[in-house]
């Protein structure tokens, strides 16, 4: 991942894995005078996921305020923004979601610790 993101002289380069989330429901496509052009089943919506890790340059600190929470979206869509390069580094590897107090506390369990 550093060795990508140096080649690509990136400030930020966010670590993302493949997903997919299979929609419950039958998904139609119509034209607008209502004609059905397409039916799909209960479809899977694939997309790339941030997974919560990143290299970063010194100057891309600068987009993050300081003494107050700030989410690294914020950050990305700044440099986005400002045409800074921003790259994405795909892996198969696992990770863990603990981007809420239920997802932590599963992974705390899952992996044997406990929350502080």
Not at 75 to 93: D, F, K, N, Q
Not at 98 to 103: F, L, M, N, P, V
């Amino acid at each position: 991942m550093v060795a990508q993101h140096e080649r690509t002289r990136s400030v930020l380069t966010i670590a993302t894995r493949a997903h997919g989330v299979r929609l419950p429901y039958g998904v139609i496509s119509s034209t607008r005078a209502g004609r059905v052009r397409s039916w799909e089943e209960k479809p899977v919506i694939a997309s790339a996921v941030n997974i919560g890790c990143y290299v970063v340059e010194p100057r891309f600190l600068s987009l993050i305020p300081p003494r107050r929470a700030s989410g690294m979206d914020r950050a990305a869509r700044l440099a986005i923004s400002r045409g800074m390069r921003v790259g994405e580094y795909r892996t198969r590897g696992e990770f863990v979601d603990i981007g809420d107090a239920a997802s932590y506390e599963a992974a705390l369990r899952r992996h044997g610790g406990r929350a502080r």
